[in-house]
């Protein structure tokens, strides 16, 4: 016989867990598959991006600590994907044939970590909004299945956090480290604060708190985060647009916010709300890789922008004057890649050459237009151009218009 509605409510109110769809009514199970797939997803997504900036640790020890962090992050994924699973959806189609735009987590993701810093804020501020929100779901949660499954992850995002604070106070004892780390927090603190979600006010589904899947609402997990978050960066003399109003013992945001944020200059500028609903151009590639068939996500690693795909770009560049690449021409005399940022060392064919800035021009549109790409540097290292610098190619299209 079907549960009711009244029976559902029932058992939640007497303090019994719901064990199965069995003992749930199909709002409670729908409700509760939202809950799972944006848990599941934002686990999932987190991997690659921490993998990207782990690539930047400053030793052995500190990279087998992220791996291990992306580990748990991929078991975390597992287990929500499993909770599905069980709940008779499809988690392959889930996982591998979904349109990329409709996977579901936090804006934050959508932005590259492109440094070890980056990445141990990522622990400190992210991790840390995941052990709130999956720690709300440990305590309270009804459905009884993922309450015994949550203690593992408990843990595990308590010591990713306790990673980043630890790394934090580390980094922030010398003056440099301390100046990328106020630079990372400018650009990171909204989007953790915008990770829990639309305000009470604005939230449309507000069954996850009818049926008991979560304890808190978006608000009260925002202000118990900026608790602890904020707290900390002034502990390591970092400045975060929030502060402590005593009267109303509540945390204030003094910045403009709901904000857009600036994904090229990772800056927060104004105006609206991201909901966490929209996949960005960074998740779009990455889950498009996964469900392009690849169900080896070995194959997903983050090698999307290296000095080949830039040098590639780059060939398509013509000399203002001369119908020919400028990596044919020689001018290009070194490329690195960075994390987002690219360098290009590159050389002129003479000092008075009337197209410097035009060329520059092309090649910094060109790069910013390549995924991935956040920065791009130009050094203009005037080293000696010579004919032995043309490529075969080159020579061939010169020739060709009557040039050599
Ligand atoms: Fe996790
Ligand atoms: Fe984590």
Same mark, same amino acid.
């Given at each position: 016989?079907?549960?009711? #509605?009244?029976?559902?409510?029932?058992?939640?109110?007497?303090?019994?867990?719901?064990?199965?769809?069995?003992?749930?009514?199909?709002?409670?199970?729908?409700?509760?598959?939202?809950?799972?797939?944006?848990?599941?997803?934002? #686990?999932?997504? %987190?991997?690659?991006?921490?993998?990207?900036?782990?690539?930047?640790?400053?030793?052995?020890?500190?990279?087998?600590?992220?791996?291990?962090?992306?580990?748990?992050?991929?078991?975390?994924?597992?287990?929500?994907?499993?909770?599905?699973?069980?709940?008779?959806?499809?988690?392959?189609?889930?996982?591998?044939?979904?349109?990329?735009?409709?996977?579901?987590?936090?804006?934050?993701?959508?932005?590259?970590?492109?440094?070890?810093?980056?990445?141990?804020?990522?622990?400190?501020?992210?991790?840390?909004? !995941?052990? &709130?929100?999956?720690?709300?779901?440990?305590?309270?949660?009804?459905?009884?299945?993922?309450?015994?499954?949550?203690?593992?992850?408990?843990?595990?995002?308590?010591?990713?956090?306790?990673?980043?604070?630890?790394?934090?106070?580390?980094?922030?004892?010398?003056?440099?480290?301390?100046?990328?780390?106020?630079?990372?927090?400018?650009? +990171?603190?909204?989007?953790?604060? #915008?990770?829990?979600?639309?305000?009470?006010?604005?939230?449309?589904?507000?069954?996850?708190?009818?049926?008991?899947?979560?304890?808190?609402?978006?608000?009260?997990?925002?202000?118990?985060?900026?608790?602890?978050?904020?707290?900390?960066?002034?502990?390591?003399?970092?400045?975060?647009?929030?502060?402590?109003?005593?009267?109303?013992?509540?945390?204030?945001?003094?910045?403009?916010?709901?904000?857009?944020?600036?994904?090229?200059?990772?800056?927060? !500028? +104004?105006?609206?709300?991201?909901?966490?609903? %929209?996949?960005?151009?960074?998740?779009? %590639? &990455?889950?498009?890789?996964?469900?392009?068939?690849?169900?080896?996500?070995?194959?997903?690693? +983050?090698?999307? &922008?290296?000095?080949?795909?830039?040098?590639?770009?780059?060939?398509?560049?013509?000399?203002?004057?001369?119908?020919?690449?400028?990596?044919?021409?020689?001018?290009?005399?070194?490329?690195?890649?960075?994390?987002?940022?690219?360098?290009?060392?590159?050389?002129?064919? %003479? +000092?008075?050459?009337?197209?410097?800035?035009?060329?520059?021009?092309?090649?910094?549109?060109?790069?910013?237009?390549?995924?991935?790409?956040?920065?791009?540097?130009?050094?203009?290292?005037?080293?000696?151009?010579?004919?032995?610098?043309?490529?075969?190619?080159?020579?061939?299209? &010169?020739?060709?218009?009557?040039?050599?």
């Amino acid at each position: 016989m079907a549960v009711t #509605e009244e029976a559902l409510l029932a058992r939640i109110a007497r303090g019994d867990l719901v064990e199965g769809p069995e003992y749930a009514t199909q709002p409670y199970i729908d409700a509760l598959k939202r809950t799972l797939i944006v848990s599941a997803d934002t #686990e999932l997504i %987190s991997a690659p991006s921490y993998l990207r900036a782990a690539r930047d640790a400053p030793s052995i020890n500190s990279y087998i600590s992220a791996t291990g962090i992306i580990q748990d992050e991929l078991g975390h994924a597992h287990i929500a994907y499993r909770m599905l699973r069980d709940l008779g959806v499809d988690t392959d189609a889930l996982v591998y044939e979904r349109d990329p735009k409709d996977f579901k987590h936090p804006y934050a993701f959508d932005v590259p970590l492109d440094s070890w810093t980056e990445l141990v804020v990522a622990n400190a501020f992210y991790d840390r909004a !995941g052990f &709130l929100l999956l720690g709300d779901i440990f305590r309270h949660t009804t459905y009884g299945p993922w309450k015994r499954a949550l203690a593992k992850v408990d843990r595990e995002e308590n010591f990713h956090l306790g990673h980043g604070e630890k790394w934090m106070r580390t980094l922030s004892q010398d003056p440099k480290g301390k100046t990328d780390l106020q630079h990372a927090v400018d650009w +990171m603190f909204l989007l953790t604060i #915008e990770w829990f979600g639309l305000p009470d006010a604005l939230k449309r589904h507000k069954e996850q708190i009818g049926y008991g899947l979560k304890g808190y609402t978006n608000d009260q997990l925002r202000q118990q985060w900026m608790s602890t978050a904020v707290p900390l960066c002034q502990e390591v003399g970092l400045t975060v647009p929030a502060r402590h109003d005593a009267e109303h013992n509540e945390w204030v945001i003094t910045c403009p916010f709901p904000a857009r944020f600036d994904e090229r200059q990772k800056s927060p !500028g +104004m105006t609206c709300w991201c909901d966490g609903s %929209s996949a960005g151009p960074r998740t779009a %590639s &990455l889950s498009a890789r996964s469900s392009a068939g690849t169900r080896n996500w070995g194959d997903t690693s +983050m090698r999307e &922008l290296d000095a080949g795909v830039v040098r590639a770009a780059l060939y398509e560049i013509l000399d203002p004057e001369y119908p020919v690449s400028i990596v044919d021409l020689g001018l290009i005399r070194g490329v690195e890649v960075k994390g987002s940022t690219v360098r290009v060392r590159m050389t002129y064919t %003479s +000092m008075g050459c009337p197209c410097t800035e035009m060329i520059q021009d092309d090649i910094r549109e060109r790069l910013r237009a390549l995924p991935g790409v956040g920065r791009v540097e130009i050094e203009v290292v005037w080293e000696p151009w010579t004919r032995e610098h043309i490529s075969a190619e080159g020579l061939k299209q &010169l020739r060709g218009v009557g040039v050599v």
